[in-house]
Each structure stands twice: as structure tokens, then as C-alpha cells.
């Protein structure tokens, strides 16, 4: 099928990518001229596992070209919007780059199109924009609007396109219908070979839910708000572990093995980042406002993300007391790993609130930094590692990138001014470090003191001796009125 995919962010280059690699013929539009022209030269505009090659057999094989939106328009008998729909001011979603594609695809289509919107809007959005193409239809365009949430995850977005869970359709026409199912058939039907695994493992088929527009629209900040509130809520059981003395990890197992719960987003740690849950999150709370429901709930969701920050500052205050002046190694700058995607990352706020208390940053990313380097230019940023720990007072494990997991403990002990990990994501073991003669704190997990070469404690019972908190600004007593 001859498609149109407009906007070339993380949404929109990927489904263009992949829906070209499936047999479509692909015109992706973008109205950044300069944007495009990289693209048509083989640059992309972020890092994302397995899509280089597929952007760059796609184009060889000619399913696969760039273009501006009016040219696009023109052509593709099925037109996915993928454009970016923002936080504005208040924390609603800003739909105008939505609504100039509707009103472009009303002055210059003609025939019968299907405007499939792909980006994440609010509900009511597709009712809304079908009035719109109508109120502007100067060409009798034969139309059909569809809602097809997105729900790949950066890092693995590839991966997810071939691999859903589910594929959702919101239509209300049968010819709508029939045109989605004909273009995801390859994917809901596992025929095709997938970039991303040589041998696909095998999985169950993916879902097609078909349902009206409004139901699909909020399957998507429903499903995005579900997750985000799975983590703030490991993220206050791990609270809970380290003021009752229990191991989080356990506890998150033995949570996450009943079925109706699952493993999966149970990784305790310094909050969520990225351009999804922390907008989407927000823009939902709104949305509920105005449909008068009270999403407060989700408003704890997001007090409880935002107060991460300040907790894990606070960790580090407790082990090095004051901050300024003090080297702190960062490793992992970047939301996630496996990408080199830094907005609304955790470790970024972390990084801004120990410059304002005077400590001095030395940070290594595998991919972000120089997207990092963008917003805190003051930060020393290093070629590695180990170049990041030179004389730092403390590591601090702030992305889960696996390569961090293959730490010669013998020569950072050499690096090092102070054996201190304080990670942030859990991503190493307690037992190793402290062998190694490393302090190590985690996140709702008992703190291992260094242990010498011998295996005996490297420090008195005096040192490691927690100080009587007295009351610790964030301590849930300081918080909470004296029980009667
Ligand atoms: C998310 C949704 O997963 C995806 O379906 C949607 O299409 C877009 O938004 P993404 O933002 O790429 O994807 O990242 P995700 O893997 O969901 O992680 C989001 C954040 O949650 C990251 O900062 C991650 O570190 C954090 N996280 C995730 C945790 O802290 N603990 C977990 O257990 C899982």
C-alpha cells in the first residue's frame, strides 16, 4: 500500500521504517526541510537500536523516501499523523501541529484518504478532527479518521513494532477497517522476518482490539499512566524496605509472581523519565479535569516520581555529608538505556540539584552525552567509565546501561578517592562491591559496608553506625501528625 507517514520523531521514523521493512511503500514527511535532508543523507536524528540499517535498506530498496508533507500528502492513500504533541504551560497536550496536518491534507488530497492518528492526543481528539477535515474540506475529500495508539518504548522500538502485544484500532467505517488490518497484516500475522531477531523467539500473535475512536485514545494514556503508577508504587515499597530493614528486590519478586500483577515494571529506582510518562501523565490529569473525574490518584503518581530526586539526594548526603566540593562520578546520564534520549531524565535532575549545593559532576554516557551536554554544558563529561571515577567521592549509578555491569573492581578501587557506589538503579550486586572493598547503597536494599581482602569489615562498628536521625526532612514521621 502507497502510505504517508508525517512527522519523523521516534514515533514516525520508526513506523515509517517498519512499515516499509513489512512491503508498504513509505513516504515520510517532515516539515523540518533540514531534518529531511539529513535523512535523505542516511543521518538520523537519534540513536535507536536496528533503525540505521532499516532506514538504510528501506531507502536502497526505494520503499522507503522523505519528503515534505504536502508532497507526501499528495500520494498516500493511508496517512499516519505522528507529529509531537507537547506539554504546554498548563500540562495539556498542544495539538496545533495535529490540526496544520489536517488542514494541509483538506487543500491538497483528493480522492478517499484514511487520516490514522498515531500520535498520543486526548481523548475526543479524532471527533474532533474529523469535524475539522470537514468544516475545511474545500476538495470533497472522501475521509475516514482512525486512532492507532502507539506504544513502542525507546531503546526497543523496533523490537516492539514487529513484536506488540496488541495492535489497537479505533474506526467507525468498515473501509477504515479493512485498509488497517490489509497494512499491520505481516506483523499481526507473524509472516515476516523481523530485523531484530535472527530466530524470533516465539510469542503469542499480537491482539487486533478494533474499538470506536474514543475507547483507543485512551487505551494509550491509560495504559502509559498504569505503568508509570506501577513504578511509583515499587518506588514507595522500596521506601518501605529501607526503613523496615527488608530486601526490595525479594519483595518485588514475590509481588510480581502472582499473574494478575507480573514482573514486568517492578524495577524500584530514581523515578521515571523520558518524552511519555512524565507528559502523558500530566496531560491525563488534565484530560480527567475536564471530564470532571478526580485523577488524583494519578497526581500521586507524580509527587511521588518528582520526590525521587530529592531522596536520592539525600542518600548521597547521608554517606558524604557536604556536597560542595565533593567529585561525584555520574554513569548513565541518558532516561534508559540503549538510548541516547535525555529529556525529562532522572539523572539530569539529579546532576542540576548537586551542582546547586556546590559538588563538581564527572560523567560518562554510552550515547547521551551529547545530547546532555545541551542542557548542562557545565558538566565535565568523560571518555569512560572508569575516566568519569578519577579522585570521585562517590559513583553514582544513574542509568542501568549493561556495560556498567563489567566493572574491573581492582582498578576503580585505584581511581577512586572514596570506595563509595551509590546506585540508583539496583543494577549491581551488594556483595561484589563490598568484596571489592566498595561501600554500596541501593535502592530498598540493605547497604553493604567494604569488606578487606580478608572478608573482615574494612571500618569499626563505630563508623558504619547509622547516626540517630533526627528528623530527616523526608522521614514519613516529620510528614505525618503524631497518631492520637
Ligand atoms: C513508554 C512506554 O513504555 C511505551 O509503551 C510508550 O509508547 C512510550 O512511553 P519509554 O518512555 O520509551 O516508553 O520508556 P519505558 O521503557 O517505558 O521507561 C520509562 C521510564 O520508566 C524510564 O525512565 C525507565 O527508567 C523507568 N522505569 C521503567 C523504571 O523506573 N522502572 C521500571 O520498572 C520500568
Known amino acids: 500500500m502507497e502510505i504517508s507517514v508525517i512527522g519523523s520523531g521516534y514515533v514516525g521514523l520508526t513506523t515509517a521504517a517498519c512499515l516499509a521493512e513489512i512491503g508498504h511503500r513509505v513516504l515520510c514527511a517532515d516539515c523540518d526541510l533540514e531534518k529531511i535532508n539529513s535523512l535523505k543523507a542516511g543521518r538520523l536524528p537519534f540513536y535507536e537500536p536496528h533503525l540505521d540499517d532499516l532506514v538504510k535498506r528501506n531507502v536502497s530498496s526505494g520503499r522507503l523516501e522523505f519528503t515534505l508533507p504536502s508532497a507526501a500528502i499528495q500520494k498516500g492513500e493511508a496517512i499516519f499523523i505522528c507529529v509531537g504533541t507537547p506539554p504546554l504551560e498548563n500540562g495539556e497536550a498542544d495539538l496545533s501541529s495535529i490540526e496544520s ?84 497484516a505481516p506483523v499481526l500475522r507473524t509472516r515476516t522476518t523481523c530485523p531484530v531477531h535472527s530466530q524470533c523467539p516465539s510469542m503469542p500473535e499480537p491482539k487486533l482490539i478494533l474499538t470506536d475512536t474514543n475507547s483507543a485514545e485512551l487505551v494509550k494514556h491509560a495504559s502509559n499512566s498504569f505503568l508509570a503508577m506501577k513504578i511509583s508504587f515499587i518506588n514507595l515499597i522500596a521506601d518501605a524496605c529501607e526503613a523496615a530493614g527488608a530486601d526490595i528486590e525479594k519483595v518485588a519478586e514475590g509481588i510480581g509472581s502472582d499473574k494478575r500483577i507480573g514482573q514486568a515494571f517492578l524495577n524500584p529506582g530514581i523515578g521515571f523519565g523520558g518524552f511519555c510518562f512524565p507528559k502523558d501523565l500530566q496531560a491525563f490529569v488534565r484530560i480527567g479535569e475536564k471530564l470532571g473525574c478526580d485523577f488524583s490518584l494519578l497526581r500521586e503518581v507524580e509527587k511521588i516520581n518528582v520526590r525521587r530526586t530529592e531522596q536520592f539526594v539525600a542518600k548521597i548526603k547521608k554517606e558524604l555529608w557536604v556536597l560542595r566540593g565533593k567529585t561525584l562520578a555520574v554513569w548513565g546520564l541518558a532516561f534508559k538505556p540503549n538510548t541516547d534520549d535525555v529529556r525529562f531524565a532522572p539523572a539530569l535532575n539529579i546532576i542540576r540539584r548537586l551542582m546547586a549545593e556546590g559538588a563538581k559532576i564527572r560523567a560518562y554516557d554510552p550515547e547521551a552525552m551529547q545530547k546532555a551536554k545541551l542542557d548542562l554544558p557545565e558538566v565535565t563529561y568523560c571518555e569512560s567509565a572508569y575516566q568519569a571515577a578519577e579522585g570521585a567521592d562517590a559513583v553514582l549509578v544513574l542509568t542501568e546501561w549493561s556495560e556498567f555491569r563489567e566493572i574491573n573492581w581492582k582498578h576503580l578501587g585505584e581511581l ?16 561484589e562491591a563490598s568484596s571489592n572493598g566498595f561501600q554500596y547503597v541501593g535502592v530498598g536494599r540493605a547497604a553493604a559496608q567494604p569488606l578487606r581482602p580478608t572478608g573482615e569489615p574494612k571500618w569499626t562498628e563505630a563508623i558504619t553506625a547509622e547516626l540517630p536521625v533526627a528528623s530527616h526532612p523526608l522521614s514519613a514521621s516529620s510528614q505525618a501528625p503524631p497518631i492520637a
Do not use: C
Not at 578517592?417 to 556483595?431: K, M, P, Q, V
Open 101 to 184: 496536518v489536517a488542514r494541509l491534507i483538506v487543500s491538497s488530497a483528493h480522492g478517499y484518504r484514511i487520516v490514522i492518528e498515531k500520535s498520543t492526543v486526548p481523548v475526543q481528539t479524532a471527533k474532533r478532527l474529523w469535524k475539522h477535515l470537514s468544516i475545511y474540506n474545500a476538495n470533497g475529500l472522501e475521509f475516514d479518521v482512525v486512532s492507532n495508539p502507539e506504544f513502542l518504548r525507546e531503546g526497543s522500538a523496533v523490537e516492539d513494532f514487529f513484536h506488540p502485544d496488541r495492535v489497537v484500532v479505533g474506526a467507525e467505517s468498515s473501509r477504515a477497517i479493512a485498509l488497517m488490518k490489509e497494512i499491520y
Open 416 to 431: 577512586v578517592a572514596h570506595s563509595l557506589i551509590i546506585d540508583g538503579r539496583n543494577l549491581l550486586s551488594a556483595e
